[in-house]
């Protein structure tokens, strides 16, 4: 491990996981730990960089993996210049689905769209799958799998990664199947639930997955506004990465036309759940203008939390998904902030889900603002 990413890694409880009792926690990934946009891109960055000369430009894919890793494998698309599609968990209108399985998660089954991968497939050379972190590799393993059944031709196989915690078997297994690796941070698999028995003071959990009889809206509490931002890219659906980049460009400018430069202070950008890479994108630019900005995202993950001060996480906020007002969704650790930027592609009818997320985020914060880009 390099001594840039010496402090990279935490380590958090799963709850209620057989299959895997905890979750490596990358601190500089913006997914459930605030972090500076311009330290996360540095970092895919650095990752894209390790991927020059593998594949050639031009034909060459980038699949990203939902949920965690959708601002990896867009910003590896970006730099790389390749076509770019993540996997999701979400229903697509009008579209049939290659599944495949994430065998130690949450939720395991993963699905890509088959129509686009029909498409740019056999014009593919080289595909990349971008992950947060590989620990066996088989959920890469099952979708190749798949991909090499469904697809008969030559492709080159590569799994880049920012963490890499296979042990020499299954590395072995990977260079048997002709399949590359990349990464930035080599670790090995220790038995990481000793180190975890040490917390024992449970942290504050607030669920508010039911709003409770009476209660007021967080609307009359906090100032809510709301905009509707036009020329979304649905990245769930294959996408270039120019257009991807202007796509989320455009979005920015909306915003900052919108806010009229309202950017000083602390202020805080929130992705939702699979959807990160634009609100990444927007955070940094305003970054860009001087202010002290944090990122991170809602998450389908269970985290336990603990009060103890060297554990990653001590509130959880259990929260409707915006996308289903029936599925669980998470939110850890907000803290306070001058404005809070909630950038979002879940447009659907129904409110409990933003409602809730904005009563989260009001416990300690008093102005947001909430982007639905559609």
């Not at 990664?161 to 590359?180: F, H, L």
Request: net charge negative; glycine share 6%.
């Amino acid at each position: 491990m390099t001594d840039q990413y010496a402090d990279l890694i935490r380590i958090a409880k799963r709850e209620n996981n057989q299959k895997r009792s905890y979750l490596v926690v990358n601190r500089l990934q913006g997914k459930h730990l605030p972090v500076k946009p311009a330290q996360a891109l540095e970092m895919f960055g650095r990752l894209a960089d390790g991927l020059q000369g593998i594949c050639a430009a031009g034909k060459t894919l980038v699949i990203g993996f939902a949920e965690t890793a959708t601002a990896i494998g867009a910003a590896v698309a970006m730099k790389t210049g390749a076509c770019y599609i993540q996997t999701t968990r979400e229903e697509i209108a009008g579209a049939t689905y290659l599944y495949f399985s994430e065998e130690h998660s949450h939720a395991t089954q993963q699905r890509l769209v088959k129509e686009d991968l029909d498409r740019i497939l056999p014009q593919t050379d080289c595909v990349i799958f971008a992950e947060d972190e590989v620990t066996t590799g088989k959920t890469i393993q099952n979708l190749i799998h798949v991909l090499r059944q469904e697809y008969a031709r030559p492709i080159t196989y590569v799994a880049a990664s920012v963490i890499n915690g296979m042990n020499p078997e299954a590395r072995n297994v990977y260079k048997d199947q002709g399949i590359e690796l990349r990464y930035l941070v080599k670790t090995e698999q220790t038995e990481d639930t000793m180190n975890l028995q040490k917390y024992v003071r449970k942290g504050s959990y607030r669920n508010l997955m039911q709003k409770k009889e009476g209660a007021a809206t967080v609307k009359n509490e906090a100032e809510v506004k709301e905009l509707y931002a036009d020329g979304c890219l649905n990245a769930r659906r294959l996408v270039t990465a120019d257009a991807y980049a202007a796509a989320c460009d455009h979005l920015w400018h909306e915003i900052d036309g919108w806010l009229h430069r309202q950017f000083s202070g602390r202020i805080l950008v929130l992705g939702t759940e699979e959807f990160m890479y634009p609100a990444l994108y927007v955070a940094r630019q305003i970054e860009k203008s001087g202010a002290q900005v944090f990122f991170h995202a809602t998450t389908r993950s269970p985290i336990e939390v603990y009060e103890e001060a060297d554990y990653p996480f001590h509130v959880r906020y259990e929260l409707p998904s915006l996308y289903d007002k029936n599925r669980r969704t998470f939110l850890y650790d907000i803290d306070r902030y001058d404005l809070v930027l909630i950038v979002t592609d879940a447009c659907g009818s129904d409110t409990e889900g933003l409602d809730a997320l904005a009563q989260a985020v009001a416990y300690n914060n008093h102005k947001i603002y909430v982007v639905r880009w559609c």
